[in-house]
């Protein structure tokens, strides 16, 4: 089998070029940059070992567990990232998260961030390595999905704190910058269906999505400094729900962001006053 045929396979499963590409890389141990590469060896044979180990990656693609999960790693805002089952893949979407979450503390010198329900640790080691100075936490409920945080930050040489803690739960610590990614997904949702290889607890929050939301928008007043931001993001039909619940928070200048496609996909609100 040669590498173009190779590919023909891939493709022959239902996959797309680009998963067939960089699963074929994967799998000969190159990188996900050399795809031009593989144009340029087609007809080269693929080793047998090389062979089985991209066709089992392919049936795992095609049996839909994402990508990143086949490969280990996903790339996100610059940082090559490991990620596994325990913890969400990182989205392209969320960046429009971390843009924003710099834009607010520009200006503050040595910001006090925390990033709740880290999973792999993407929103917070990606604000830290563009503000080295600010002082970051990162909490998450689950023990495993630590671990993962913990090996990016260490792989990328990030100082971050990671804590075990749900939401805000026993931090005692205020805040110029509260961000969050947090399970924003109806529980009757029929989009769940294709993302059954995630973690459900990283997803799902309640009969109407809102669950976790209200109870972070409920919790940060108090954990905030007089001027500090809340940033969220939330499913593609909650912006208006979500300001709603930061204004009645008490939460001032409340806004939304579109994601890539134009979908408001972040919101979120300035305090005031100290809670």
């Not at 062979?51 to 567990?65: L, V």
């Not at 990620?83 to 520009?106: C, F, I, Q, S, Y």
């Not at 972040?266 to 809670?275: A, D």
Request: net charge negative; hydrophobic share 45%; proline share 5%.
């Amino acid at each position: 089998m040669t590498l173009a045929e190779a590919l023909s396979a891939a493709g022959a499963l239902g996959l797309q070029r680009i998963d067939g590409q960089l699963l074929l890389l994967h799998a000969l141990g190159r990188s996900p940059g050399e795809r031009a590469w593989l144009l340029a060896h087609d007809t080269e044979a693929l080793a047998d070992a090389a062979r089985r180990d991209f066709m089992r990656f392919c049936e795992r693609r095609a049996a839909g567990e994402p990508l990143a999960y086949i490969t280990g790693r996903k790339e996100f805002f610059g940082l090559d990232l490991r990620v596994d089952p325990r913890v969400l893949v990182p989205r392209p979407d969320t960046e429009t998260l971390v843009e924003w979450a710099l834009e607010v503390v520009r200006d503050r010198p040595a910001p006090r961030i925390i990033d709740l329900g880290t999973g792999s640790g993407a929103i917070a080691l990606a604000i830290k390595r563009q503000r080295p100075d600010a002082q970051i936490t990162a909490t998450d409920s689950s023990a495993s999905a630590l671990e993962v945080a913990a090996a990016n930050a260490r792989d990328l040489d990030v100082d971050t704190a990671f804590r075990r803690a749900s939401w805000l739960a026993g931090i005692d610590q205020r805040f110029d910058l509260i961000v969050s990614n947090p399970p924003y997904i109806a529980t009757r949702d029929e989009h769940l269906a294709a993302l059954a290889h995630e973690p459900r607890g990283a997803l799902v929050a309640g009969p109407d999505g809102l669950d976790d939301l209200r109870a972070i928008i409920g919790q940060a007043p108090a954990r905030l400094v007089a001027g500090g931001w809340l940033l969220l993001e939330h499913g593609y039909d909650q912006a208006d729900a979500v300001r709603a619940l930061l204004a009645g928070a008490g939460f001032q200048d409340i806004g939304s962001r579109p994601d890539l496609a134009g979908i408001p996909r972040c919101s979120g609100g300035q305090w005031l006053e100290l809670g």
